[in-house]
């Protein structure tokens, strides 16, 4: 038996921790290189080009990404970006898209953005015929999986989101659909919430406070281009526990609130301004439809609902609606108004015009 001096295995200990270490150091400066020129404006401009031509060729239409800021590990800047639609129109116009983002946590499957923001949106869902499609579409089909089996094997490793902050500014959306007879268009000037829980695969989701500030909108109702048939009557079941959505909420802020709601096949227009609204509720079950609000403060509010003489015929329908249950512990009213109108009734004079009322400066104390 060779009896190795214990001098010489020091020497060699040495000498294998020396090029362990040698190789951390390079591994390391490798790594700080990488995260150093990935920072530089030059390797950001070349990601963005190749993000844009994938893009392009995926889509088949026209794709902009201004500029892309990558702050590693937590930031990522997208500035002005354009998406055109098969038909040239805009899709979708954005001037920014801020995100504080574990960049780490997408090794692990895990998109935990800690803050969102987003300002100077715009985006554009039509569909008029005779086209069946809406216009995004076509997104939909590009980055859709064609193997059904690929798609059922990725499902076993779901990856987990987890959002924080949320903060939109100076957002439009537009939405006609010929085949429903529905168009609408908001103005959202800002909107802040922080999410608690965001669980898309059990379907929770929790957000202790929710406001808006300035708000503009406008929905349509009118003929649709095509009658569709009639379907067979069907029984609704609710959905199950596993299956329902859980939505929590804590405090609800709406501040200059203005909604125009017409309804050209039933002749009725509605409009409704909000100085402010504060609701804090309880709890929210969607599934049963019950609402539990501790308190609401309504302020400076104006409700219009106006209902002129048919212009098409009503046919009779089975009501299947379900009901839906609030219960609310305190109200607040301060100086609001409303008004109701229904032409088809002729007025009363001398009594209470249930057809035909105008209650301003409500107040409850």
Do not use: C
Not at 67 to 72: A, G, I, N, R, T
Not at 156 to 174: D, K, M, Q, V, Y
Not at 246 to 264: C, N, P, R, T, W
């Amino acid at each position: 038996m060779v009896k190795i001096p214990s001098s010489r295995i020091k020497r060699i200990v040495r000498r294998i921790s020396g090029i362990i270490l040698r190789v951390i150091i390079i591994l390391l400066l490798l790594l700080v290189i990488v995260i150093f020129l990935l920072q530089t404006s030059a390797v950001q401009n070349f990601g963005r080009k190749k993000i844009q031509s994938y893009l392009e060729s995926k889509l088949h239409t026209k794709v902009v990404i201004g500029e892309l800021s990558v702050d590693f590990p937590k930031n990522i800047l997208l500035k002005n970006i354009y998406l055109e639609d098969q038909h040239q129109d805009t899709l979708l116009s954005a001037g920014n898209l801020n995100l504080d983002v574990n960049l780490w946590g997408l090794f692990h499957q895990k998109i935990i953005v800690s803050d969102l923001e987003m300002d100077r949106w715009t985006v554009h869902m039509v569909r008029r015929l005779p086209d069946s499609n809406f216009n995004y579409s076509f997104v939909i089909n590009a980055f859709a999986s064609k193997n059904p089996s690929q798609e059922k094997e990725t499902k076993g490793s779901p990856w987990i989101f987890e959002l924080g902050n949320i903060h939109l500014t100076n957002i439009r959306a537009h939405y006609q659909d010929d085949a429903t007879g529905n168009d609408a268009s908001v103005f959202l000037s800002d909107l802040r919430t922080t999410i608690k829980t965001f669980d898309p695969g059990r379907l929770i989701f929790a957000a202790p406070e929710f406001s808006v500030r300035g708000l503009n909108g406008n929905m349509r109702l009118y003929k649709p281009t095509f009658a569709a048939t009639s379907p067979k009557p069907s029984v609704v079941k609710k959905a199950s526990v596993g299956e329902a959505v859980q939505l929590q909420l804590g405090k609800i802020g709406l501040d200059s609130i203005a909604l125009v709601y017409s309804d050209e096949v039933n002749n009725s227009i509605a409009n409704i301004n909000i100085g402010r609204l504060s609701i804090v509720t309880n709890s929210i079950d969607l599934n049963n439809t019950r609402f539990d609000l501790k308190s609401v403060d309504l302020n400076q509010t104006k409700f219009q609902l106006a209902h002129g003489k048919s212009v098409v015929p009503q046919e009779k329908k089975n009501s299947t609606e379900s009901t839906w249950m609030v219960n609310l512990a305190h109200l607040n009213l301060v100086n609001d108004e409303f008004i109701y109108d229904d032409d088809e009734k002729k007025p009363v004079s001398n009594a209470v015009d249930y057809d035909h009322l105008h209650v301003s400066n409500l107040n409850t104390s």
